[in-house]
């Protein structure tokens, strides 16, 4: 007798924050991606589902210039505090920019005590990843960005509507585009939602697009996978 699964339990949510501490003329920035999964089809072997990652921006808080950096902990702290109000199961990881003043603000929130996954990132203007006395990776800003706009392009991160900031973070988008060092203009909210992203991706690969294979004949009968 056939027997259909039982029903698999759905996992639950994972938040990736982000906060882009404030450099020269920029502001203090916090993103929140949100992850979840979905049921896209059957496997026609074990009949199981098949889940795929829906990433989307779900927050994007810009910080009043001039206030402390602990002013800023604190407000980050009561945003995973709504977090966790409303998701109670749900897993959050907070990546914090620690070049500059982000060292301390590491260490702050390794003290707070707040059950968290913590991923200090420092962003260079080199070409690899490599790991950094914070605990975490140093990562080229040119890759950050670039994996930011492959998920964009590809569907695999959407914008939550009407949240606060996004037109803002859509004309930072258009002047990277144009002039990818954007030394001119403020781009805390694109290096933010870039930092969340980077974590996201290393947590799950499946939400960046595969390339589908291409076969080369070469005579009749034969093929090479490129």
Known sequence: MFLPPAPATQPGTTWFLSLDLAQRQDFTTLAALSLTWRNAERDKVTYNWIREPDLSLCMLDRYAQGDSY????????????????????SKIHLVIDASGPGAPIVDEFKRAGLKIHINPVTMTGGHEVTANKHGGENVP??????????LLEHGSLKAAPGIPNLG?????????????SATSTTDDLVVATALAAWHAINTTPELLPTRN???????SGTRRLL
């Open 213 to 219: 294979p291409r076969y080369t004949y070469f005579a």
């Open 168 to 180: 803002e973070f859509q004309n930072e988008m258009l002047n990277l585009r144009a002039n990818d």
């Open 141 to 150: 800003r040119r890759m950050l960005i670039t994996k930011l706009i492959l």
């Open 70 to 89: 602990l002013s800023y902990c604190f407000q980050v702290e009561r945003r995973i505090d709504q977090i966790r109000a409303q998701e109670p199961n």
